[in-house]
């Protein structure tokens, strides 16, 4: 932790939380080390896995699934989202962000939709891309996992979770997948243990009250691309949060942060300065 920027990288297995305060406002890159202002948004390759968070003014925590591109050891805690979402409001809390704005992407949004219902009033606001919240539409799991479970086992059984790795993006995640280079893949590679336990990760059930509770505004982010099955998710998690709203990014997939950059970036910073403006 770097307290006069506040820069912090916390890991807890498969959650990895990027904070930045008041002016100092930066993205990380997944796929590679490089830390690019906010106001810099690039579609290039090597930093399209970046997340833009906030609007210059504001306070924001991004949250990640970590898999991808770990900085610590697996360790030996549960992998549930629960988990996480409370790892996530500690740090909130203890760095005094309590008001901020939360990004989340695929299951780091899953970690930022559990922080919203287990800890309200602990953000203002949230963006959530994707999250996998089989839950709120059980038939949508059992459709992904009919669909991808025998091609991840096959390509597990004949080149191992390396091989697993690659079937799953594939399948799940082809723009981005097919857009990146063979070093930032083997982040993903290299990183498979992370992967196949947050998949399995405890869930718990989401009943409509859980959701009519939060109440804070809440932007839902979806591609047009992305499989059916979690972009149905999104219409029915934005249809029933009380300030839900839906967006849909044109021409992409899943990883819409990575593979609409500026269009996402523009979505964040215009929903988090209409936050700003309402609640000053």
Known sequence: LQHKRIRLYLSSRSTLIRVRKRHSCHYACPQ?????????????????????VTHPNAKSVAIHTNWAHSHSPAGTRDQSYATHADDSAALIETLALGGCTLVGSSGGSYVGFELLRRHPGLVRAAVLSEPPLFQIAPSTGATIREQIAPAVQAAAEEGGARSAVDAFLQLMCPGLWNSIDEQHKDRYRDNAEMLFPALTAPADPVPDADLAAIEVPVLVITGSDSHPALRTIAVRLASGLPQGE?????????????EQPAAFATAVRAFTARGSSVMR
């Not at 590679?32 to 833009?52: F, H, K, M, N, Y």
């Not at 839906?246 to 990575?258: C, F, I, N, P």
């Open 32 to 52: 590679s080390s490089r830390r690019v202002p906010l106001e810099t948004v690039s579609s290039q390759a090597d930093s399209a896995g970046s997340i833009p």
């Open 246 to 258: 839906l967006l849909e990014l044109a021409h992409s997939g899943h990883v819409t942060y990575a």
